[in-house]
């Protein structure tokens, strides 16, 4: 999978093409959040508890039931990557994306969803034709495919001709 270098290079171009503030501390978190998730939730977990109660008491639960109680209810979620490199849609990648939505809006969303992007990239070396079907199927923002679009060929580069960081930060 991509480095987070590659991830943030990626973000700062997409967010100054859509004349959105490009903020460091949000896609580090996203970052953490998508690559380990355990770790990001457990040191925040209060406070996230608060903020998704408020916002969708589904989520606050599935929370509660894994990181609280120690019950693990969906395969895949709270798990690195949350199921995004799967050819089929992912309940936890659904899931990865309201918890982006809930904690930071619709930038949020489009940082986890190009990190998903790239990651997919890396594990199956798609074409781009092939990515777009994947991109479909997840219900990828047309933003996130557009960007892709039009950088393919370093995209490509970035995250399958180089050789991969173990380290990610």
């Not at 973000?11 to 503030?21: C, D, P, Q, S, V």
């Not at 599935?62 to 050819?87: E, N, Q, T």
């Not at 982006?100 to 070396?125: C, F, N, P, R, T």
Request: charged share 30%; with cysteine; glycine share 4%.
């Amino acid at each position: 999978m991509p480095g987070w270098k590659v991830h943030d290079k990626h973000a700062r171009r997409l967010f100054k093409e859509l004349y959105l503030r490009y903020d460091s501390a949000m896609s580090h978190e996203i970052n953490l959040l998508i690559d380990e998730p355990n770790d990001f939730i457990r040191s925040r977990l209060n406070h996230l508890l608060k903020i998704v109660e408020e916002k969708d008491s589904e989520l606050c639960k599935l929370l509660y039931l894994h990181f609280v109680l120690g019950i693990p209810m969906l395969s895949g979620v709270f798990k690195h990557d949350w199921g995004c490199c799967r050819l089929r849609k992912s309940a936890a990648f659904v899931i990865l994306l309201r918890l982006a939505e809930i904690l930071y809006g619709y930038e949020g969303v489009l940082l986890a969803q190009l990190h998903a992007s790239l990651d997919s990239i890396s594990k199956w070396s798609f074409d781009l034709g092939r990515y777009l079907e994947w991109a479909e199927t997840q219900d990828i923002l047309e933003e996130i495919k557009d960007y892709v679009r039009r950088y393919w060929n370093e995209i490509r580069t970035d995250c399958l001709g180089t050789e991969k960081e173990k380290f990610r930060p």
